[in-house]
T-cell receptor, first 115, second 112 residues
Framework: DTGVSQDPRHKITKRGQNVTFRCDPI?????LYWYRQTLGQGPEFLTY????????KSRLLSDRFSAERPKGSFSTLEIQRTEQGDSAMYLC?????????????FGSGTRLTVV | EDQVTQSPEALRLQEGESSSLNCSYT??????LFWYRQDPGKGPEFLFT???AGEEKEKERLKATLTKKESFLHITAPKPEDSATYLC?????????????FGKGTLLTVNP
């Protein structure tokens, strides 16, 4: 297993377009998280899955954002009608429920630029 | 609401010059204080978890300590490859430790 994979690494889109990002967690990890990081800031929590169930969404996640984790494996994060304020690094992380004290394993992120 | 404040925002050291990074936190029920390292263009890399005041953990040139209000990341005799942003995070407000609240990080530059 090579860790948490995110695709694409970079995405440039025009304002108003829809974009979708994919995250493949470490295979045995049952928890999956999405965070957003802007320049000079720490990551901010967006949403969290345990297996296929989405258990919490941050108030940062507007109605334009939706995340799924079908069958408890990979996850997708979709942003509809993108705005310039959506430009950020979108980070995915995974962990085992019983080993959260070992910390998450993050992917390398998808950098979104909205022009 | 959980809060994490890191200082300084940036730190420049000469190779071999030891120093410390600070992380002050406010949390209703600490379920872990985490330190991560982040290189440019990459995701954070887990370093340590601390749970109780007085706890210490070490890894190579790094040592993390924890009090009831803050954590320190001590860097002993740093090398240029230690240059990175160091992030502190707390977990567990509301009785869960699945959601982390991060500070803004300290950008460390070690000059040869």
């Amino acid at each position: 297993d090579t860790g948490v994979s995110q695709d694409p690494r970079h995405k440039i889109t025009k304002r108003g377009q829809n974009v979708t990002f994919r995250c493949d967690p470490i295979s045995e990890h049952n928890r999956l998280y999405w965070y957003r990081q802007t320049l000079g800031q720490g990551p901010e929590f967006l949403t969290y899955f345990q297996n296929e169930a989405q258990l919490e969404k941050s108030r940062l996640l507007s109605d334009r954002f939706s995340a799924e984790r079908p069958k408890g494996s990979f996850s997708t994060l979709e942003i509809q009608r993108t705005e310039q304020g959506d430009s950020a690094m979108y980070l995915c992380a995974s962990s085992l429920a019983r080993q959260v004290n070992y910390g998450y394993t993050f992917g390398s992120g998808t950098r979104l630029t909205v022009v | 609401e959980d809060q994490v404040t890191q200082s300084p925002e940036a730190l420049r050291l000469q190779e071999g010059e030891s120093s410390s990074l600070n992380c002050s936190y406010t949390v209703s029920g600490l379920r872990g204080l985490f330190w991560y390292r982040q290189d440019p263009g990459k995701g954070p890399e887990f370093l340590f978890t601390l749970y109780s005041a007085g706890e210490e953990k070490e890894k190579e040139r790094l040592k993390a300590t924890l009090t009831k209000k803050e954590s320190f990341l001590h860097i002993t005799a740093p090398k240029p490859e230690d240059s990175a942003t160091y992030l502190c995070a707390v977990g567990g407000s509301g009785g869960s430790n699945y959601k982390l609240t991060f500070g803004k990080g300290t950008l460390l530059t070690v000059n040869p």
